[in-house]
C-alpha cells in the first residue's frame, strides 16, 4: 500500500502559521532583539527615564526588585551599550528593608551626570523610605560613587525658600541640562493629613536650577538636608477642587516641553512643563487632564499665592511669573479621562497623550501647548499601551501597541499615522522603551525567566533601527 505523505495531514495548520509569520516580521520588517544583560540574579529597571548617556554609549538603571522596590534598592548602574560592561555607579551605605533606597536615574542630555531618588539617610523602621522621605542625589560619571545632593529639605520651622519639604521624583533634565523637573509629595502637609483627616498628601510638580546653593538648619534626627540647586514647587494643588472648575487635586506623568520650551503667538520661546493634572467633573468625579504650567527664567521671586517655602498648613507656593493651564477638557464627552506620560516633540509644538477615542479605545492623540482642538494620531483596533517616545527630528514617535514596539509617521500629510510593527509580538509587552539621542538604538525592557522556569528578572533589550 502507498503511504501517504504525512504532512498533508497538517497542510492546513502550517500554511496558517506561515502566514502569520510573514506578515508579523516580514511584511512589517520585524527587527531582531539583542540582549544587553543577561545577569538572572538581578533586575536592570530603565524605569522609562532618559537612560542613554549624552553620547549614547551607556545606558543607566536601577535594580531595584519588585518586593522591595526602590526602598530597599541599593545600587544605580550604568551598562555599555556595545561591550556589555557595567560599571556600579553608586551603592547605599547602611541599606536596610526600611530604606535608604535609590532608584529613578535619568542622564543629562549634555553631560555625564545622572540624577536619581535617594531615600533619607536616616531611615528605618519607625521612618522607613517614603514618597515625602527621599531627595534627588546627582553622580557624575567622573566622579563614581561620590553623591552631590540637589535639592534641599527643610521641615522644621521656619522653613527655607529655595529648599523642599518633603520627597522629589521622576527627576527629569531639561534639554539645555541647565532645570532639572520632578514630582513631589510633602512630609509637612502628610502630618497635616494624618492630623486632621483631610487629603492634603497631594503629589505636586516643582523643578530645580542651579541658581545658587541652599543651606538649610541641621536637625538632630537627620532630616535636613543641603542642596546644590534652588528648588520650587510650580504647580498649585487643593484637597477639594470646586466641580466644573480648573482646580486639580493632583499633579504628575510630567515633562519638559520641547526642547528648549515652546513659541507663544509672539514668537518667544517659554519654558514649560506639561503634566496630567486632575479635575473634578460636575458631579464631582475625578477626571484626568492635559495641562501645562509656564515656568519664569527666575525661580526665586515669590508669587500671589504665598511664600516659596509654604508654611505649617499650606503647600509651598509657585514662583512669581507661573502660569498654569489646562489645555483638554474631555469631562463632558462620552469617554472622559486622559491617562500615561505626557512626552513632547523636541520643537515644542506638541504634547502627546493618551486617551480613549469615539469608539472607547485608547489611542495617541496630540494637543498643541497653545491649546486648541486635540490632533487624533492613531487608530489601532486595541489601545495603545505606552506613552511615546519622540525622535530628535519630531518626524517619528515610538511606542508599544499589540504587544510590540510600533514606529509612527507623523510628519504633516498624507503619510500621518502610518505605522509599521518593529519587533516580534510575545506574550508579555515590552516596558520602558527609551531612544537614543542619535534615533539608530531603542531599549527596552523585557522580563526573563529562567531555563527552570524561575528566576524571573527585568532584563535590557535593544533594537537597532534602520
Known amino acids: 500500500m502507498k503511504r501517504k505523505p504525512c504532512f498533508k495531514k497538517n497542510t492546513g495548520f502550517i500554511l496558517i502559521f506561515l502566514i502569520f509569520i510573514l506578515f508579523s516580521c516580514s511584511s512589517e520588517n520585524c527587527i531582531q532583539e539583542i540582549s544587553l544583560t543577561h545577569d538572572l540574579s538581578k533586575n536592570f529597571d530603565l524605569d522609562g527615564r532618559h537612560n542613554f548617556s549624552p553620547g549614547d554609549r551607556w545606558l543607566v538603571y536601577d535594580t531595584r526588585t519588585e518586593e522591595s522596590g526602590i526602598g530597599g534598592c541599593q ?45 533619607l539617610q536616616n531611615c528605618n523602621a519607625d521612618k522607613p523610605y517614603a514618597q515625602w522621605r527621599r531627595t534627588g542625589v546627582i553622580i557624575d560619571d567622573k566622579h563614581i560613587g561620590q553623591p552631590v545632593f540637589m535639592d534641599a529639605r527643610d521641615v522644621t520651622p521656619p522653613f527655607t525658600p529655595g529648599a ?43 523643578v530645580s536650577r542651579a541658581i545658587r ?100 498648613i499650606s503647600f509651598p507656593m509657585p514662583p512669581a511669573g507661573t502660569v498654569q493651564r489646562r489645555l483638554t477638557f474631555t469631562a463632558g464627552t462620552n469617554y472622559p479621562g486622559c491617562l500615561g506620560f505626557t512626552r513632547c516633540s523636541p ?40 506613552a511615546v517616545r519622540w525622535q530628535a527630528n519630531g518626524e517619528l514617535i515610538y511606542y508599544v501597541w499589540d504587544n510590540s514596539i510600533i514606529r509612527c509617521d507623523v510628519r504633516p500629510g498624507g503619510t500621518f499615522g502610518r505605522f509599521n510593527r518593529l519587533n516580534r509580538k510575545r506574550l508579555q509587552p515590552p516596558a520602558n522603551i527609551i531612544l537614543s539621542h542619535d534615533g539608530k538604538t531603542l531599549a527596552f525592557n523585557r522580563t526573563v525567566t529562567g531555563k527552570d522556569g524561575n528566576g524571573k528578572s527585568k532584563q535590557i533589550f535593544l533594537l537597532h533601527l534602520d
Not at 551598562?79 to 536596610?96: D, F, M, P, Q, R
Request: charge should be negative; proline fraction near 6%; avoid cysteine.
Open 213 to 312: 546653593p541652599v543651606q538649610v538648619d541641621h536637625d538632630p534626627e537627620g532630616e535636613n538636608v543641603d542642596g546644590t540647586h534652588f528648588s520650587v514647587i510650580v504647580v498649585k494643588v487643593v484637597a477639594n477642587p470646586v466641580p466644573g472648575s480648573d482646580e486639580i487635586s493632583r499633579a504628575a506623568n510630567d515633562s519638559w516641553v520641547g526642547s528648549r520650551g515652546y513659541r507663544t503667538a509672539d514668537g518667544s520661546w517659554q519654558r514649560g512643563r506639561a503634566f496630567i493634572g486632575t479635575v473634578k467633573n460636575e458631579q464631582g468625579e475625578d477626571v484626568d487632564e492635559v495641562f501645562i504650567v509656564d515656568i519664569p527664567e527666575r525661580i526665586d521671586i515669590p508669587g500671589p499665592d504665598g511664600p516659596l517655602a509654604g508654611t505649617e
Open 75 to 119: 545600587t544605580i548602574e550604568k551598562v555599555n551599550v556595545a561591550s556589555g560592561e557595567i560599571v556600579v555607579l553608586y551603592h547605599t551605605k547602611n541599606a536596610t528593608p526600611f530604606g535608604p533606597g535609590v532608584g529613578a536615574p535619568s542622564y543629562s542630555h549634555t553631560e555625564n551626570r545622572t540624577v536619581f531618588i535617594h531615600g
Open 164 to 206: 523642599l519639604r518633603g520627597g522629589t521624583h521622576q527627576h527629569e533634565w531639561s534639554g539645555d541640562g541647565q532645570w532639572i523637573g520632578f514630582t513631589y509629595n510633602d512630609a509637612i502637609m502628610k502630618k497635616l493629613q494624618d492630623r486632621t483627616g483631610v487629603h492634603w498628601n497631594l503629589r505636586t510638580i516643582g
Open 347 to 386: 520643537d515644542g509644538k506638541w504634547i502627546s497623550y493618551r486617551a480613549k477615542d469615539d469608539n472607547g479605545i485608547v489611542q495617541v492623540f496630540f494637543i498643541s501647548p497653545l491649546s486648541g482642538k486635540p490632533v487624533q494620531v492613531t487608530r489601532h483596533n486595541s489601545e495603545v499601551q505606552s
